[in-house]
Nanobody, 125 residues
Framework: QLQLVESGGGLVQPGGSLRLSCAAS????????IGWFRQVPGKEREGVSC????????KYADSVKGRFTIFRDKAKVTVYLQMNSLKQEDTAVYYC??????????????????WGQGTQVTVSS
């Protein structure tokens, strides 16, 4: 059973930056595609970004394109979500998710079976 742990959330002013981390307890994330999602109370969970297990393919929601970057470390232990130019509407609990897809060259905003516990991101002045 893959156990994911997110970290890096916090309070930041509009226009600021945060870097979220997603790691697997006792395992690497090699061979797993990773997705980042966020949820605000009372709203549906939203797919933010994903990266293929190879690291060569990424996808972003329109709302974060040009501001967020997803990447993996070379050791395939951690996946990061670098969030720049943060807006108040980015406030949410952010979750990372993982799963193995048939191809190492793709990722998706759906189809994940392993989820972390979430980390709160609050953008406020």
């Amino acid at each position: 059973q893959l156990q994911l742990v997110e970290s890096g959330g916090g309070l930041v002013q509009p226009g600021g930056s945060l870097r979220l981390s997603c790691a697997a307890s006792g395992s690497t994330l090699d061979y797993y595609a990773i997705g980042w999602f966020r949820q605000v109370p009372g709203k549906e969970r939203e797919g933010v970004s994903c990266i293929s297990s190879s690291g060569g393919f990424t996808k972003y929601a329109d709302s974060v394109k040009g501001r967020f970057t997803i990447f993996r470390d070379k050791a395939k232990v951690t996946v990061y979500l670098q969030m720049n130019s943060l807006k108040q509407e980015d406030t949410a609990v952010y979750y990372c998710a993982a799963d193995r897809f048939l191809s190492r060259a793709v990722c998706s905003m759906t189809g994940y079976n392993y989820w972390g516990q979430g980390t709160q991101v609050t953008v406020s002045s």
